[in-house]
């Protein structure tokens, strides 16, 4: 088989426009952030949530929060993606239905439903971290708490979760990492992020290998950087003397 | 809701059902046993080997899935017709199953490299006592040891990989999920057809999680 390297292609005209292919790289990478983000903030305030329901005394509370975790992360990714794109809008009210379908422009209305799914799926892992998060703390704290005091949402605030958040910081970068590797199942309903736009660049040019080794290396070097970064964070913010109860 | 479309598609549906376990189950063995010699170069005390296993497992730790199996798709069939100097076609099972083997190794190498570090010194010092070489010990003591301490989180790993063989839907592989979803445009019943999909697929990841659990209560010593 015969293959024609060519490096220079990300710097030739796509035909659209003054156009060039590195910048359907930069425009996928822009949703592929965006994405990223904004699903996390929804699996950070979710999970969060979720995860000191588990902990709460209330039996109903902890059990509702553990069908919720059990039942996100034993359906595929890909099968929620389909349920949020393709049922739940029909389920809508009909006005709230014929807005999302008709009047959105489909990169809108696939980008809410990535996000939604993304952001309730990474919910359910977020939770468990912080659940160990929590649990991992000693005993001690949360009646010394009690004993100055504190109502249940205080200990909450103001003791267990700052001291938690600090020690799951190296499982919680892992769980974003996964969130931004995890996006590019938008691709499968057609939205254009990063991996789609290298596809489609792979098709226009015939150049896939030079296509998919930008897109490898786009992905690697924002990896090793954020890992890098939140090593350094990590570090910063330790808490002394609990430096054992880290890194799990 | 119209199950009678659910039963008459079930042989279909079991032909989905049937390539998706194929597939976990052979990643799962070329997976492991990838994984272990990986883990085994990390080990060792060769710099280049140990630098070469880590960058490998950094490498695919770091890209998603769906590109990789992207990615193979693609190029696996040019790289075989280099090797072999002829254009035959390879197919979409082949190159998912390559791609899903290699991604997973570098996930199960970590598991394995931990359960190989949790075996205390000892044993290996009393291997090397009763005059084993490397190979011996690793294979006769230290490797039964730990794969006994890790079976539940290669189980657990396995269990990842099934539900992420649904990815393979982006090559066009009729896996289970694929096929649920082509029958349900057919027969006009989608709702019916993906809710049923995440049914199954929720039965078997909690019914085979639940067994690991129990099964990590019966191993621990």
Known sequence: MNYNWDWSVFFKSTGIGSEIYLDWFITGLGWTVALSLSSWVIALLLGTVLGVMRTLPGRFAARFATVYVELFRNVPLLVQLFVWYFLVPDWLPEKLELWFKQDLHPATSAFISVTVCLGLFTAARVCEQVRTGIQALPRGQAMAAYALGLRLPQVYRKVLLPQAFRIIIPPLTSEFLNVFKNSSVASLIGLMELLAQTKQTAEFTANLFEAFTLATVIYFVLNMALMLIMRGVEKRVRVPGLIALGGK | ?221
């Not at chain 2, 995440?198 to 010593?221: D, P």
Request: aromatic residues 14%.
């Open chain 2, 1 to 221: 809701m119209d199950f009678t479309q659910i039963v008459n598609a079930f042989p279909s549906l079991g032909d989905g059902l049937l390539l998706t376990l194929e597939l976990t189950v052979l990643a799962v063995i070329g997976g492991v046993v990838i994984g272990t010699l990986l883990a085994l170069a990390r080990l060792s005390n060769s710099r280049v080997l140990s630098w070469l296993a880590g960058f490998y497992v950094n490498y695919f730790r770091s890209i998603p899935l769906l590109l990789v199996i992207t990615w193979f798709y693609f190029v696996v069939p040019f790289m075989v017709g280099w090797v072999t100097g002829t254009n035959q076609p390879i197919g979409a099972f082949t190159s998912c199953l390559i791609a899903f083997m290699m991604f997973e190794a570098a996930y199960f190498c970590e598991i394995v490299r931990a359960g190989i570090q949790s075996i205390s010194k000892g044993q290996v010092n009393a291997a090397y006592a009763l005059g084993m070489t490397y190979g011996q010990a690793m294979r006769l003591v230290v490797l039964p040891l730990a794969f006994r301490k890790m079976t539940p989180l290669l189980l657990q790993q396995s269990i990842i990989l099934f539900q992420d063989t649904s990815l393979v839907y982006a090559v066009g592989l009729m896996d289970f999920l694929n096929v649920a979803r082509s029958q349900g445009d057919i027969t006009g019943e989608l709702h019916t057809f993906l809710l049923f999909a995440g049914l199954v697929y929720f039965v078997i990841s909690f019914g085979a999680s639940t067994l690991v659990k129990r099964l990590q209560k019966r191993l621990t010593v």
